[in-house]
């Protein structure tokens, strides 16, 4: 009896005994811990009544009163389960039919093995490590109950004898370590498959450690055998005495973790490149945000002083242009002005990646901002011949928020809607509170944005490649930079269309008072 109970407690696996009416005869201890059940709620209850009835699965019901009846023995069959009180899980039954030595009643041995977080790794996760444990019989029964117990679980155990020879090994012992019976059986544990058992750290658990401790659990070795390779290894061991004699035994389960080791190995390697590489792309990051910032400081002064020329070169300051001339100072005045507008657009886009970018705030009327932006963009919007919608909420409250920020925000958002939508189209203003915020919406009935492009939107300098695009000015730095200052903000902002030639809508949010703390 003592022999069957220690067999039980040192295996990993899950294992009950049912009697012919299929009634829990006796459970292992990491049966009541893996499926959150007490002895008291068990013992000499119906398999499918345990747990508020949370063992009454078909496929059990399949095994035990179909299956098992004719073969009387069963391996490696897969059962899946919803239980209420840990979840999903994915076993593998091991059940053998055997009858009892007195009154010739059958027995059921039914080895649980939970493969759920196996199952999971298979599908590229990771391969957990598998828990093994048997279940108790009687001492009358304990010779046929114990060797039914070692060809029954998954895991490799040997019974060792006081001078530590093996007396007995499981079937997956031998399959395992690729070693047969007759090289096993009464063989001292160093001396097995030419000696590749001398492993000092074996020795070291099984000549030091457990004689102090009788029991020691998760004991890891590590070992190259010439037969299967290196190895890593969890041990459980316990030491007892036998019934009759009072000879010591000794149970050695074990685990093979080499597999799992390899993933752990593998997930940190790749979390230390993978930060690695995330802080090489922050530095680099860092120093284009500043390449950019003083590229575009250093080319703004005689950008400036371009532009000041050409402005007054074009208004004949200094005396008359032909025609041919005045349309060359115009030339570099227009394509100055867009240069500059694109270097302060790069400049701002630097600053606000390189966490640089202060706000300057105040309170705003954001009603005035935006009848003073779409009066802004009025010829702009007559010589395109388009109608312009404006639909302004009367009480819109004041706000906290960088003045020029937003005007910037609001003018990239209406130049684009007129930039994209043809003649004789619309775009339109929209503007009222929700909540705690301000939501602006600048829509158009123009060209659209394709579903592939929805994300390509915000990278910098990315333009929508269509013939109509193509004859239009623009850096692909409004919109991005547009999003990025209204998240400075605090708010928040979204691009939607229903595709190419349905029109856009931008929307975004502006809090009405800044949170205390934020720049």
Known sequence: ??????????????????????????????????????????IGELIYDLGNKQWDIPKLRELLETVLPKKTTFDNY?????????????????????????????IILLAIEDITERKEIEAG????????????????????????????????LVVLDQDLRVVTASRSFYEVFKVSPEDTIGELI?????KQWDIPKLRELLETVLPKKTTFDNYEVEHKFTTIGRRIMLLNA????????????????????????????????AHEEL????SELKRAAKVKSEFL??????????????????????????????????????????????????????????????????????TISMSTILNEISMLVTDLVHKKKLNMLLEIDDDLPNIEADELKVKEILYNLLSNAIKFTPEGGKI????????????????????????????????????????????????GLGLPLSKKLVELHGGKFTVESEGVNKGTLVRFTLPIKRVKGDV
Do not use: C
Not at 190 to 194: A, E, F, P, T
Not at 302 to 321: A, C, K, R
């Open 1 to 42: 009896m003592e022999y069957s109970e220690s067999i039980i407690n040192t295996v990993r696996e899950p294992l009950i005994v049912l009697d012919q009416d299929l009634r829990v005869v006796a459970a292992s201890r990491s049966f009541y811990e893996v499926f959150k059940v007490s002895p008291e709620d068990t």
């Open 78 to 106: 897969e059962v899946e389960h919803k239980f209420t009180t840990i979840g999903r899980r994915i076993m593998l039954l091991n059940a053998r039919q055997i009858k009892q030595a007195r009154g010739k009643k059958k």
């Open 125 to 156: 996760l990771e391969k957990t490590r598998k828990e093994l444990e048997v279940i108790k019989k009687t001492a009358d029964e304990a010779s046929e109950f114990v060797n039914s117990i070692i060809n029954t679980v998954r895991e490799p």
């Open 190 to 194: 160093y001396d097995l498959g030419n």
């Open 238 to 269: 316990r030491q007892i005495k036998q019934a009759r004699g009072k000879k010591k035994i000794i149970l050695l389960a074990i685990e093979d973790i080499t597999e799992r080791k390899e993933i752990e190995a593998g997930l940190e390697k």
């Open 275 to 278: 930060t690695e590489l995330a």
């Open 293 to 362: 910032s003083n590229m575009s400081h250093e080319l703004r002064t005689p950008l400036n002083s371009i532009n000041g020329f050409s402005e007054v070169l074009y208004d004949e300051t200094f005396g008359p242009l032909n025609e041919k001339q005045k349309q060359y100072v115009n030339n570099v005045l227009v394509s100055g002005k867009h240069l500059l507008a694109l270097i302060n657009q790069i400049l701002d886009m630097a600053k606000v990646e390189a966490g640089k970018m202060t706000l300057s705030l105040s």
């Open 428 to 475: 339109g203003v929209r503007a009222k509170r929700v909540g705690k915020e301000i939501e602006a919406v600048i829509w158009d009935t123009g060209i659209g944005i394709a579903s592939e492009n929805m994300e390509k939107i915000f990278e910098g300098f990315f333009r929508v490649d269509t013939p109509y695009s193509r004859v239009t000015e623009g850096t």
